[in-house]
């Protein structure tokens, strides 16, 4: 006999058409690989989304197959909290942790936010990224989104000053965010920095490889500097701190929301400002982030943008402003 408490595990990958290409550091995109987890109980059925990510050593394949193992212990009771310890930090465990939040808020007919005592998500202004480029290319996307309060420009090593001084001129009004992606060197580092300085871009993401950062904690940093490949969950704040003024907290590197809410609560504690950023997916993977957007100085939530099409029922985005999630898509 199945009991009350047996929860039913069913996952896939999903392929969504990019609109266009994508392209940062590491090489250009054309379809985003999401991997969709529900879990159904009791007549109601929740649902996450994630992103595996080849940086970090995952796969679509290997995800699946790690959301698989989750079956039995979800058909045994397993629950969030537990789930916590089970699986790593990582895309499967989003996946999973987002889905069973769904769940939660599904069988009691109220939404997640008053559940968790979190108050209620309002319309947030998202950045918009502009992909990496000539400079000539990115001024012409960039003057094709010159109306956007945030954008989020990719940067890739050589050249990078051209590319800012060129992006600048296109979007006079925009506030800048630059995102290297781990491009940059010690030796262009003090160089590119301050072209971002003179462009009047605010912050900038990930200049130097993770692991290779010591030598942001020993220059004069012109500018705000946020971690993101440097930083994935909350054991990794504190060996940071002398590096970065802010965090880019990412649901499908802390896996999942139950862990990003810790995160960002203790990175605040540590003075980091606060990114809430994403991979390229559907609005199912920016509705549990749309809850950390509420305290984030950043809010990165453009995936479904970049899009040929979302999902149905997707967040609704009134140019770059994004409305919280109805029930039906999540949450
Ligand atoms: C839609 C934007 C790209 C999302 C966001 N604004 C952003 O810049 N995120 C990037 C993460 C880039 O996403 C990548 C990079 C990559 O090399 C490979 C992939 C992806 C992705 O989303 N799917 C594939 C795995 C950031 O902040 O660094
Ligand atoms: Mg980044």
Redesign the pocket.
């Known amino acids: 006999m199945t009991s009350s408490l047996s929860r039913k595990l069913a996952a896939s990958i999903e392929r969504w058409p990019i609109a266009g290409s994508?392209t940062?550091?590491?090489?250009a995109?054309t379809e985003?690989?999401t991997v969709v987890a529900t879990v159904s109980q009791g007549g109601h059925t929740g649902r996450g989304e994630c992103?595996?990510?080849?940086?970090y050593g995952e796969t679509p394949e290997a995800t699946l197959q790690a959301l698989e193992a989750m079956r039995e212990p979800l058909s045994n009771g397993l629950d969030r909290q537990a789930l916590q310890a089970a699986m790593p930090a990582g895309a499967a465990r989003n996946a999973l942790d987002c889905a069973l939040l769904d769940l939660e808020a599904k069988s009691a007919g109220q939404r997640i936010w008053t559940l968790l005592g979190r108050p209620a998500p309002r319309p947030c202004t998202t950045?918009?990224?502009i992909?990496l480029g000539t400079p000539e290319a990115m001024a012409a996307a960039t003057a094709r989104a010159a109306h956007r309060p945030l954008l989020?420009i990719?940067l890739g090593g050589d050249g990078d000053g051209e590319r800012i001084s060129a992006v600048r001129k296109a979007a006079p009004e925009s506030e800048l965010i630059v995102?290297a992606?781990e491009a940059w060197t010690p030796d262009n580092l003090e160089q590119n920095l301050a072209a971002c300085a003179n462009a009047g871009v605010t912050l900038v993401?990930?200049p130097l490889p993770a692991g290779q950062d010591e030598a942001l904690a020993r220059i004069k940093r012109p500018i705000a500097v946020c971690a993101?490949?440097s930083v994935h969950d909350r054991a990794s704040l504190e060996g940071i701190r002398a590096r970065y003024d802010a965090v880019?907290v990412?649901l499908d590197k802390t896996g999942g929301l139950t862990e990003a809410l810790a995160m960002a609560d203790a990175a605040h504690v540590l003075g980091f400002e606060i990114m809430i950023?994403?991979?390229?997916?559907t609005s199912l993977a920016m509705a549990p982030a749309m809850l950390l957007a509420q305290q984030a100085r950043f809010v990165?939530?453009?995936?479904p943008?970049?899009l040929a099409r979302d999902r149905d029922g997707g967040l609704r985005y009134d140019g770059s402003l994004v409305y919280p999630p109805d029930a039906a898509l999540w949450g």
């Not at 940062?24 to 090489?27: A, E, L, Q």
């Not at 950023?277 to 997916?281: E, I």
């Open positions: 994508f940062i550091s590491r090489g995109k985003a690989v992103v595996p990510y080849p940086r950045a918009f990224t992909s989020k990719k995102d992606n993401e990930q993101d490949e880019n990412k950023g994403c991979m390229v997916a990165d939530l453009d995936g943008l970049l």
